[in-house]
């Protein structure tokens, strides 16, 4: 058990939106083993300390989701999104302010464009659950649009250790 505790330090000094991420590539009972562990840490005062993602070459760990995201391109995003309901893209599009919105919006077509601008005046915010479920979502997408580099901590391989750990 002391293993896994050390285990759960590693998502519960990730930001909420990745530590979300994470936990969502878990299965059923590794999920339920962590959150456990990650209510432990909440109890007992632990704050969140991103220098334990420092690797052992003192590294830190790659961009957070949402700087993956950030720094995708209109064109990216349009691969991602276009075929997407209104109301979804907007709902993306109210999380944040983005630098590739205005050139994305610029390329949809013109009915859904309307579609969007018609959602954006609907609804004014996004929860933060589904805000960090549209940002995995995206991030996921992002992975197979425009295959990147590997980074040396890959969130795949963090939650892959993870099972291993509650096994």
């Known amino acids: ?14 930001p909420a939106t990745d530590e979300h991420g994470v936990m969502n590539r878990l299965g059923g009972t590794d ?3 962590l959150t456990r562990l990650l209510e432990e840490l909440d109890r007992l005062g632990m704050t969140s300390d991103p220098s334990l993602l420092v690797d ?5 760990p790659a961009a957070p989701l949402s700087s993956r995201i950030r720094e995708a391109s209109a064109t990216q995003m349009l691969a ?15 999380i944040e302010s983005w630098p590739w919105e205005a ?11 309307q579609g969007v601008a018609a959602a ?4 004014s915010r996004v929860s933060g659950k589904l805000a960090g479920t549209l940002r995995s979502a995206l991030e996921l997408r992002l992975g197979a649009v425009a295959p990147r ?9 963090l ?9």
């Open 1 to 14: 058990m002391e293993g896994q505790r050390r285990a759960a330090l590693a998502p519960h000094a990730l």
């Open 31 to 33: 999920r339920e083993r």
């Open 56 to 60: 052992a070459g003192g590294r830190p």
């Open 80 to 94: 991602i999104l276009s075929r997407e309901p209104a109301g979804l893209i907007a709902a993306v599009l109210r």
């Open 103 to 113: 050139s994305f919006l610029a390329r949809l077509d013109s009915p859904l464009r």
């Open 120 to 123: 954006m005046q609907k609804n």
């Open 149 to 157: 580099k590997r980074s040396r901590w890959p969130w795949e391989i």
């Open 159 to 167: 939650s892959r250790a993870l099972a291993r750990w509650f096994r």
